[in-house]
């Protein structure tokens, strides 16, 4: 039985392909150093397209319409520019009304597609390209430890690690978060109150890391224009104490946070990465990894979601749930002693290298 992996590890190597979500330009060159917030490509992303209907507009026939038509297939035009008219006694005139491009103009139509900001794809970790994915992104190679966590709210950014807590399972709280340098990534504990992040964003800080938040808060978090990455889930988690401590002992370095959601087809999972130079025999962090007895797991959906346990046993075939499901599964013992049954589609292996 295979299952992902969440890795926490002092030395990896950790390559990360990126990738635009469609087909656009590719702005770095192979060999070239990045920074995580570093833009790597970029494409137009679901633009939207404007129809004048200038025959109508013109009052003329569908086959005169082309007559009038002042502008070409694939011409810039500005908002308020005239893209066709008719002149005389009763001149009428039709203008774009957004800045964009002509994209079709057919039976007395003109479609135009409205300029829109292109999707930036970053880097997301600091590191060198390794290899070029034609129009659609790049390969990202780098050294360092590597924390990866259950949740992300999407956002990228890079600081230095200001460890805020004393223990895993510290509260972290708004007065914490002020005075600080404004290029700070804070890490804590754990979180559950709204003002906390309403002051990190005055404070216009670069990201935070936290073991855990109340899910009520979510909302509030998604908006916010920095990095928050959460190692263990939602609730009243304390930090897992592999993660915090190998944080804790990088206070002011410079860390990368990539709080995107797990993508299983690029390997993107929300991580923190601390740039560090590596020994030649580490290996790259892995993916996926078999099950086995003895090994840590997290659950990772509800109702018991961010729960740690050992694996006790893995049931033969497939068990049934309360649900009428038969699915395979593994036993957790957690540190109460509990035994829990839970499908192996809900588990991860947790990696943690000393």
């Known amino acids: ?26 702005r770095v060159r192979q060999g070239q150093n990045v920074r995580a917030t570093d833009v ?3 494409a137009e992303v679901n633009p939207s397209h404007i129809m004048l209907d200038v025959a109508s507009a013109l009052g003329v026939s569908r086959a005169k319409a082309a007559d009038h038509i002042e502008r070409y297939e694939g011409e810039s035009v500005a908002g308020g520019d005239v893209v066709a008219q008719k002149k005389g006694l009763f001149s009428r005139v039709v203008r774009s009304p957004v800045d964009g491009k002509i994209v079709l103009m057919t039976d007395g139509y003109v479609f135009i597609e409205e300029k829109s900001t292109p999707f930036e794809l970053l ?3 600091p590191g060198e390209v390794k290899e070029l994915v034609h129009e659609m992104g790049a390969v990202i190679e780098t050294t360092g430890a590597l924390i990866q966590g259950a949740w992300g709210n999407g956002r990228i950014g890079s600081g230095i690690l200001n460890a805020l807590s004393k223990s895993p399972g510290d509260v972290l709280l708004p007065e914490q978060v002020e005075g600080g340098p404004r290029d700070a990534v804070l890490m804590s504990g754990r979180c559950s109150d709204a003002e906390v992040f309403r002051r990190a964003a005055a ?8 073991g855990s938040i109340q899910s009520e808060l979510i909302p509030v978090v998604r908006k916010l224009p920095f990095p928050v990455l959460l190692t263990d889930g939602f609730g009243d988690l304390p930090m ?24 299983p087809d690029t390997g993107s999972r929300p991580e923190v990465l601390i740039p560090l130079p590596t020994a030649p025999d580490v290996g790259p962090a892995p993916v996926i990894g078999r099950l086995e007895k003895g090994q840590r797991i997290r659950v990772t959906r509800s109702p018991r979601k961010g729960t740690l346990g050992i694996i006790d046993s893995i049931p033969p075939g497939r068990m049934m749930f309360p649900n009428g499901l038969r699915l395979q599964a593994v036993r957790i013992k957690l540190e109460s002693g509990e035994i829990m049954l839970v499908p192996l589609a809900n588990v991860e292996i947790v990696n943690v290298r000393s």
């Open 40 to 42: 790597i490509a970029t």
């Open 123 to 125: 880097a997301g970790i």
């Open 240 to 263: 897992s104490t592999a993660a915090f401590r190998l944080m804790s002992t990088s206070h002011k370095r410079e860390v990368a946070v990539n709080a995107e959601p797990f993508d």
């Open 1 to 26: 039985m295979l299952a992902p992996i969440t890795n926490i590890l002092p030395q990896a190597v950790v390559e990360r392909l990126r990738i635009l979500p469609r087909a656009g330009h590719v």
């Open 203 to 210: 404070q216009q800080i670069k990201g935070l890391i936290l």
